[in-house]
């Protein structure tokens, strides 16, 4: 399958008063053409951060300090400003984490939706309301034409989403990022936005990162998963091997800490013990050691790449940074 998508070691960092916040360390990783990528991780992880760096949608303090980007082969990594904002909204499109807040609250729907369209298509503004209207109705919001005359205090927090994903989709792009869309909202609109995206990407064919802190919402959504930990990569891998093969500590922390339906009542779930790394300062060893249980010597003094081993299903190569083999349980020489 042809890939939209190719990014290698990508460095991110952020400066603060006493120094810098290193908060992506060497991400590599690459995407198919109508692929979708699910991205794992507690907050702070380096997920988002990542992502963003993507389309260089970063604050000022922030700096990629390395690494390149390939978007359908072009090198966008070191694009000009309006090299970049030509490829934001038509090429790569973003969902936002809480639509409340990406919203202004002082401008109707319609004059927010159609604001990315007649920038890169231009078109009308009577033409851009009606793709807008087009594309409401797409994602599951009814009397749409009306819509567009409203606010956002006027719709629910679902409805707020919705018009998240139109705005996304209205000048077709081949990659959305999805930055934890559904994490303001209850469980039940999260699972109609989580069919919603699948409906879509099956209908118009385009690639999807979705970044989340839960693994569990990923399960029977996304093609492959990547688990972040401490700005690095641990783990990546498809779909059903990360969940029936993890092989890396942290995931296999992750996994043991969803509920199941055989969890007995008043049973405590497994954590994970310790903190977060320090990223003021890059680790000399793996940044997960201070937490794992299967950590050795090696651990602590050198970080492990992330190297391909065949994976259960034989579908791609299963990636792991990890200097314990979790199959054999025994170190890797």
């Known amino acids: 399958m042809a890939k939209l998508l190719e990014v290698n070691n990508l460095h991110t960092r952020f ?27 507690e907050s702070g992880c380096g997920k988002s951060v990542s992502m963003m760096s993507l389309i260089r949608l970063l604050p000022p303090a922030a700096q990629i300090t390395e690494g390149e980007v390939l978007l359908d082969g072009e090198d966008i990594t070191h694009a000009s400003v309006s090299r970049v904002n030509a490829i934001r909204g038509s090429k790569v499109g973003m969902i936002f984490q809480d639509p409340m807040t990406s919203l202004n609250p002082f401008m109707k729907i319609g004059d927010q939706l159609i604001e990315g369209i007649v920038y890169h298509k231009k078109i009308t503004k009577a033409d851009a ?12 919001i009814s009397n749409a034409e009306h819509r567009l005359n409203e606010y956002p205090h006027q719709l629910s ?27 303001a909202l209850d469980v039940t609109i999260q699972a109609q936005i989580v069919e919603l995206v699948k409906s879509l990407r099956e209908k118009l064919n385009m690639s999807i990162i979705w970044i989340t802190h839960d ?16 700005g690095y990569v641990v783990e990546e891998a498809v779909l059903d091997d990360i969940y029936k093969s993890p092989l890396h500590p942290y995931t296999i922390g992750l996994l043991k800490s969803i509920p199941s339906l055989k969890t007995e009542a008043g049973s405590r779930l497994p954590s994970i013990p310790g903190a977060p790394p320090n990223l003021f300062s890059q680790p000399t060893g793996c940044p997960f050691a201070p937490r794992c249980t299967y950590r050795v010597d090696r651990c602590q003094s050198e970080v492990p790449a992330l190297t391909a081993v065949p994976g259960e299903t034989g579908e791609r190569p299963h990636r792991v940074a990890c200097w314990v083999d979790m199959r054999g349980k025994g170190v890797k020489q």
Not at 35 to 40: C, Q, S
Not at 215 to 230: C, N, Q, T
């Open 157 to 183: 927090g679902g409805m707020r989403q919705r018009v998240m994903i139109a705005m996304a989709l209205l000048n077709e792009p081949s990659l959305v990022i999805a930055d934890e869309p559904t994490t």
């Open 129 to 140: 309301l009606q793709q807008a209207a087009k594309y409401l109705k797409m994602v599951g």
């Open 215 to 230: 693994l569990s919402l990923l399960a029977g959504m996304v093609d492959r998963i990547m688990v972040m930990y401490g």
């Open 15 to 41: 400066k603060v008063r006493n120094g810098y916040l290193h908060a992506v360390n060497g991400v590599s990783f690459s995407l198919d053409k109508g692929e979708m990528l699910g991205v794992v991780g």
